[in-house]
């Protein structure tokens, strides 16, 4: 199955993501659940940045450990143009 993708990163790029994207995956799950990769808010600034590479998808998130809070790419960055927008997740 090909990945679709509507976004700026090189093949490359895309390939870097999602190796460590399963690797991080694996890392996450165990017996108890899985765990949402922890970064600190300046961690997270740095991975938005419209220079950063690989270009991170819509969805990318993390668990804030500065402010103890789930946040979520909702739009890509576009390099050299635009960071990407993050929204913290709330309850309901």
Do not use: C, H
Not at 19 to 24: C, D, G, Y
Not at 59 to 71: A, E
């Amino acid at each position: 199955m090909e990945l679709q993708s509507y976004n700026y990163a090189t093949q490359e790029e895309q390939q870097r993501y999602l190796e460590l994207l399963v690797r991080q995956l694996q890392a996450g799950l165990g017996k108890t659940g899985y765990t949402i990769t922890p970064a600190t808010s300046s961690e997270i600034n740095t991975f938005i940045n419209r220079n950063y590479t690989p270009i991170l998808p819509v969805g990318t998130m993390w668990f804030d450990s500065t402010i103890s809070k789930l946040k979520v790419i909702v739009t890509q960055a576009i390099p050299g143009v635009a960071d990407a927008t993050v929204e913290i997740v709330t309850s309901v």
